[in-house]
């Protein structure tokens, strides 16, 4: 995706040594591409401080979200969803305050379809259905 959407190779590839990304298959692949594989110490989160970073704020948005809708646990895989569609058309600091969305598809995201987890909704039904 990362070449034919965005015309981009990737050169390196940082993964946590876990086994999903230790595949001999895997690992091949990458190497055919020509990326660069960087691992860093297993069971040492501390060594991934951007990613694990990320995810916390990922989860705290995602929890917080469910908590002020009232929603039960089994929706915390929807507000994971909802959270990170939300940071993605955020502006951050690090882009300059553009928005991650924005800043790699090069146009200001439209935001006015947005709602808050776990509103009232209705569903049209056609009467032939």
């Not at 015309?7 to 020509?34: H, P, Q, S």
């Not at 979200?65 to 690090?94: D, G, I, K």
């Not at 882009?95 to 808050?116: R, V």
């Amino acid at each position: 995706m990362v070449k034919t959407q965005y015309n981009a190779t990737i050169g390196e590839w940082m993964t946590d040594n876990g086994g999903e990304y230790i595949d001999k298959d895997y690992v091949k692949l990458l190497k055919d591409e020509g990326i660069e594989i960087q691992q860093s110490v297993p069971s040492q989160p501390q060594m991934n401080g951007r990613a694990e970073h990320f995810n916390c704020t990922i989860n705290e948005k995602a929890e917080s979200m469910c908590h002020q809708a009232c929603l039960p646990n089994s929706w915390w895989e929807f507000s994971v969803l909802h959270a990170n569609y939300l940071y993605n058309r955020t502006p951050v600091q690090h882009l300059d305050w553009q928005t991650p969305k924005g800043y790699l598809d090069e146009f200001k995201p439209d935001l006015p379809h947005l709602c808050i987890l776990g509103c009232g909704a209705y569903v049209f039904i056609h009467k032939d259905l």
